[in-house]
């Protein structure tokens, strides 16, 4: 099957090469055959990679030990729901899926545009042809980028999944991030298509409007449930860790974000049009560039670059296109004047204005910080991030509250009394409020925090939050007001339903600017945020099962919290299921450790926090090699906090020498006792006593994260869908 996936991926090469050409030349002669003939070619493109993507999909089902990328991400004892999806686990799987999406919206949008005859429309599809081929082009010649690299000879067993990427929130989370990605690619098409034809009418502005929501959802969404991932997976109490990973997933979210605002300047006022045309080119090339940094290898060391082959072709395409279409727009730079000017910054254009500027200046401040390893020698980590990115983030909600409240073209102090006033002191109450009750409210271990600043912060979070907050509520009452008004006999909550519906654009923007409130609200918590140690004492069990038992009668306190040890428990997990016998490769070693919790005088929960142990198997031996540890938290979820607590080092409980191998003890105990006495031997190679560390997160607020993840992506689906809208005439999409 090896030769099918490569003669098919030569296949796609072959024909979007060919598309590229024959759309080139009709362009150039003005041939509308030769224009046609290149589309539909562009149009079975997704047909031969949606048939490769299968091929590869059925040697991971199948176990296909043959097949390179096979063994070193999958393996026969994985489920069944495992093994799909490590199809975009690995370099050259997802980037196959990234062309697999490409394609697809590919298609879609040459579907949407098979009538127009816009002369921009060929342009297009010459883009999107280029792009396409760039993909197929790294699949054929580079491999890293190959999917179907033989192993020769077969290898005797997969090296499996990385233990971390199996959980619910990575099953989802890589698809929806790369559906984020890709799908600006269409959104940058049209504009491109438009810059490099000269036809720059208005007319295309609402298609890629939609596009580009459509992408700035997903990678949005995308990003908040790897926030949810690695806050249950990770096992270190936090959301948000400002690694290159992260940052490069944020950094096109940034920059999609300032162009769905910029638009709007663009079609209301005439203006940005010079400004909206860098930013989508800056939006698809840092997508493009988020997509290099977690694949080139270039971010783990200065001299990391040669890890993967496709490092050098991957950076000088983005280069070269960038440069291409930044030169396109400096040369139509006339046609792209704006129709009139800014009169003032205070107004509800210059908040936009100001918007755009924060969230580019955040994307460039980011991006240093990605390359700081290249450019400094050194890694900048979180504390730089947050040093410039929460006044940056507090000032950026600020403009979100302060935007629908502003008048086109007037100042702040020509609206303050009519529309800001009351917002401005809601937002004044509620920061004084919050000043009352937060030392009251969250636990600490002491009378004081200690960080003046965070609080400081915190307070201002809160204080703008309730100022947005009373600002969309005003903004929403006022609009339902004057409906009522045309129609008296409504009642109010179907009057607030209807008006959301007929101006989706406008109410549920303030929606999706309500979510991003929430989340906010939740990071102000992180102030308050407490983290310690705790170290427990264990005794050995007389052995009675298949587990090795040891019982604690030790007790911690953190606040108001009693944390009261009782049983570490070293056991086997199968990876396959019940239904599969136990072997050295299918077997998980967890070391569990259960914990009752007291608040006060009250037993609040019983929480059992787990390392796992995944096997890892040579692929040539099939022989076992070494333990890949990971963390599985327990968290107790509160209304105004969460309980994080996670087992970390086991100790020799004289603290003398190195910390026991008890994964190997375990395997040793569990595979190898034939008999009683041999196992009784195993067992008393376990130490008698143990020291276990248990790390402990407080975290404030972080249900209000959740919450506002939960609202922005019903609000985005309901932005997306046809839900409310009245339906078109005419069917074919001007563009």
């Given at each position: 099957?090896?030769?099918?996936?490569?003669?098919?991926?030569?296949?796609?090469?072959?024909?979007?090469?060919?598309?590229?050409?024959?759309?080139?030349?009709?362009?150039?002669?003005?041939?509308?055959?030769?224009?046609?003939?290149?589309?539909?070619?562009?149009?079975?493109?997704?047909?031969?990679?949606?048939?490769?993507?299968?091929?590869?999909?059925?040697?991971?089902?199948?176990?296909?030990?043959?097949?390179?990328?096979?063994?070193?991400?999958?393996?026969?004892?994985?489920?069944?729901?495992?093994?799909?999806?490590?199809?975009?686990?690995?370099?050259?799987?997802?980037?196959?899926?990234?062309?697999?999406?490409?394609?697809?919206?590919?298609?879609?949008?040459?579907?949407?545009?098979?009538?127009?005859?816009?002369?921009?429309?060929?342009?297009?599809?010459?883009?999107?042809?280029?792009?396409?081929?760039?993909?197929?082009?790294?699949?054929?010649?580079?491999?890293?980028?190959?999917?179907?690299?033989?192993?020769?000879?077969?290898?005797?067993?997969?090296?499996?999944?990385?233990?971390?990427?199996?959980?619910?929130?990575?099953?989802?989370?890589?698809?929806?991030?790369?559906?984020?990605?890709?799908?600006?690619?269409?959104?940058?098409?049209?504009?491109?298509?438009?810059?490099?034809?000269?036809?720059?009418?208005?007319?295309?502005?609402?298609?890629?409007?939609?596009?580009?929501?459509?992408?700035?959802?997903?990678?949005?969404?995308?990003?908040?449930?790897?926030?949810?991932?690695?806050?249950?997976?990770?096992?270190?109490?936090?959301?948000?860790?400002?690694?290159?990973?992260?940052?490069?997933?944020?950094?096109?979210?940034?920059?999609t974000s300032a162009f769905v605002h910029s638009v709007v300047i663009q079609e209301r006022r005439g203006m940005l049009k010079f400004w909206n045309m860098i930013l989508i080119i800056l939006a698809f090339h840092f997508s493009l560039l988020g997509t290099w940094i977690t694949r080139s290898g270039v971010l783990e060391g200065p001299h990391s670059?040669?890890?993967?082959?496709?490092?050098?072709?991957?950076?000088?395409?983005?280069?070269?296109?960038?440069?291409?279409?930044?030169?396109?727009?400096?040369?139509?730079?006339?046609?792209?004047?704006?129709?009139?000017?800014?009169?003032?910054?205070?107004?509800?254009?210059?908040?936009?204005?100001?918007?755009?500027?924060?969230?580019?200046?955040?994307?460039?401040?980011?991006?240093?910080?990605?390359?700081?390893?290249?450019?400094?020698?050194?890694?900048?980590?979180?504390?730089?991030?947050?040093?410039?990115?929460?006044?940056?983030?507090?000032?950026?909600?600020?403009?979100?509250?302060?935007a629908p409240l502003l008048a086109w073209r007037k100042g702040a102090d020509t609206v303050f009394f009519s529309t800001l006033w009351k917002p401005f002191l809601a937002g004044i109450l509620g920061g004084l409020s919050y000043i009352l009750v937060y030392s009251r409210l969250f636990t600490k271990p002491s009378s004081s925090y200690g960080d003046t600043l965070s609080e400081v912060y915190s307070v201002l979070t809160i204080a703008v939050g309730t100022f947005t907050i009373a600002g969309i509520f005003q903004e929403y009452h006022r609009g339902v007001k004057a409906r009522k008004e045309q129609n008296p006999g409504e009642a109010y909550l179907y009057s607030a339903m209807q008006l959301l519906l007929k101006n989706k654009r406008r109410y549920g923007g303030y929606l999706v600017h309500f979510s991003l409130v929430l989340i906010f609200i939740g990071y102000a918590g992180n102030a308050f945020k407490q983290n310690t140690s705790i170290k427990f004492f264990y005794e050995l069990n007389p052995p009675t099962s298949e587990e090795i038992q040891y019982t604690s009668i030790d007790k911690g306190i953190l606040g108001a919290y009693q944390i009261e040890a009782s049983a570490l428990k070293i056991k086997p997990v199968l990876i396959g299921g019940l239904g599969s016998e136990p072997n050295i490769q299918n077997v998980i070693v967890s070391e569990e450790a259960s914990f009752v919790i007291y608040r006060g005088a009250e037993k609040t929960a019983e929480l059992a926090t787990e390392r796992r142990f995944y096997p890892q198997i040579s692929h040539l031996t099939g022989e076992f090699e070494t333990h890949i540890p990971t963390s599985e938290p327990a968290i107790l979820n509160l209304p105004k906090e969460d309980f994080y607590i996670q087992l970390g080092a086991i100790e020799e409980a004289d603290l003398s020498s190195e910390n026991p191998d008890l994964?190997?003890?375990?395997?040793?105990?569990?595979?190898?006792?034939?008999?009683?006495?041999?196992?009784?031997?195993?067992?008393?190679?376990?130490?008698?006593?143990?020291?276990a560390n248990l790390e402990i997160w407080i975290n404030p607020l972080v249900n209000f994260i959740w919450l506002g993840s939960v609202m922005y992506f019903l609000t985005g689906l309901f932005l997306l869908l046809p839900i409310g809208e009245l339906k078109k005439k005419k069917s074919e999409v001007a563009v």
């Amino acid at each position: 099957m090896n030769n099918l996936g490569t003669l098919l991926l030569a296949s796609s090469l072959a024909v979007l090469t060919f598309s590229f050409i024959q759309t080139l030349y009709g362009i150039l002669k003005k041939e509308r055959k030769a224009i046609e003939i290149g589309r539909l070619a562009l149009m079975v493109n997704p047909l031969i990679i949606f048939l490769t993507f299968l091929v590869l999909l059925t040697q991971l089902m199948r176990s296909d030990y043959s097949n390179y990328y096979v063994v070193m991400h999958s393996s026969e004892h994985l489920p069944l729901f495992y093994k799909m999806t490590s199809i975009w686990s690995g370099s050259s799987g997802s980037l196959l899926f990234w062309n697999l999406i490409l394609s697809l919206f590919t298609f879609i949008v040459l579907w949407q545009t098979r009538k127009s005859i816009q002369d921009r429309i060929p342009v297009m599809h010459l883009i999107l042809s280029g792009l396409s081929g760039f993909f197929s082009f790294l699949a054929v010649f580079y491999a890293d980028a190959q999917p179907f690299r033989e192993f020769i000879p077969e290898a005797v067993a997969g090296r499996g999944l990385n233990p971390l990427l199996q959980h619910w929130a990575m099953i989802i989370h890589p698809p929806i991030l790369y559906i984020g990605y890709v799908s600006i690619s269409i959104p940058f098409a049209i504009a491109m298509s438009a810059l490099v034809s000269g036809h720059l009418t208005e007319d295309w502005m609402k298609f890629i409007r939609k596009w580009t929501l459509f992408s700035w959802f997903f990678l949005g969404t995308g990003i908040l449930l790897g926030s949810k991932w690695a806050y249950e997976e990770l096992g270190w109490g936090g959301y948000w860790a400002w690694d290159p990973v992260e940052n490069a997933s944020l950094m096109p979210w940034l920059l999609t974000s300032a162009f769905v605002h910029s638009v709007v300047i663009q079609e209301r006022r005439g203006m940005l049009k010079f400004w909206n045309m860098i930013l989508i080119i800056l939006a698809f090339h840092f997508s493009l560039l988020g997509t290099w940094i977690t694949r080139s290898g270039v971010l783990e060391g200065p001299h990391s670059f040669s890890k993967s082959t496709i490092g050098t072709p991957f950076i000088t395409f983005i280069l070269i296109s960038f440069f291409f279409f930044l030169g396109f727009v400096l040369y139509r730079r006339k046609s792209l004047q704006p129709e009139r000017n800014l009169e003032a910054i205070t107004s509800k254009e210059g908040s936009f204005l100001l918007n755009n500027f924060l969230l580019v200046l955040a994307t460039a401040s980011i991006l240093l910080g990605v390359f700081s390893p290249l450019l400094y020698g050194k890694e900048f980590k979180a504390p730089w991030f947050n040093s410039w990115g929460v006044p940056a983030g507090i000032f950026l909600l600020l403009l979100m509250g302060s935007a629908p409240l502003l008048a086109w073209r007037k100042g702040a102090d020509t609206v303050f009394f009519s529309t800001l006033w009351k917002p401005f002191l809601a937002g004044i109450l509620g920061g004084l409020s919050y000043i009352l009750v937060y030392s009251r409210l969250f636990t600490k271990p002491s009378s004081s925090y200690g960080d003046t600043l965070s609080e400081v912060y915190s307070v201002l979070t809160i204080a703008v939050g309730t100022f947005t907050i009373a600002g969309i509520f005003q903004e929403y009452h006022r609009g339902v007001k004057a409906r009522k008004e045309q129609n008296p006999g409504e009642a109010y909550l179907y009057s607030a339903m209807q008006l959301l519906l007929k101006n989706k654009r406008r109410y549920g923007g303030y929606l999706v600017h309500f979510s991003l409130v929430l989340i906010f609200i939740g990071y102000a918590g992180n102030a308050f945020k407490q983290n310690t140690s705790i170290k427990f004492f264990y005794e050995l069990n007389p052995p009675t099962s298949e587990e090795i038992q040891y019982t604690s009668i030790d007790k911690g306190i953190l606040g108001a919290y009693q944390i009261e040890a009782s049983a570490l428990k070293i056991k086997p997990v199968l990876i396959g299921g019940l239904g599969s016998e136990p072997n050295i490769q299918n077997v998980i070693v967890s070391e569990e450790a259960s914990f009752v919790i007291y608040r006060g005088a009250e037993k609040t929960a019983e929480l059992a926090t787990e390392r796992r142990f995944y096997p890892q198997i040579s692929h040539l031996t099939g022989e076992f090699e070494t333990h890949i540890p990971t963390s599985e938290p327990a968290i107790l979820n509160l209304p105004k906090e969460d309980f994080y607590i996670q087992l970390g080092a086991i100790e020799e409980a004289d603290l003398s020498s190195e910390n026991p191998d008890l994964p190997l003890l375990f395997m040793n105990y569990y595979f190898t006792g034939s008999t009683e006495k041999e196992k009784l031997a195993h067992f008393l190679r376990f130490p008698k006593r143990l020291v276990a560390n248990l790390e402990i997160w407080i975290n404030p607020l972080v249900n209000f994260i959740w919450l506002g993840s939960v609202m922005y992506f019903l609000t985005g689906l309901f932005l997306l869908l046809p839900i409310g809208e009245l339906k078109k005439k005419k069917s074919e999409v001007a563009v």
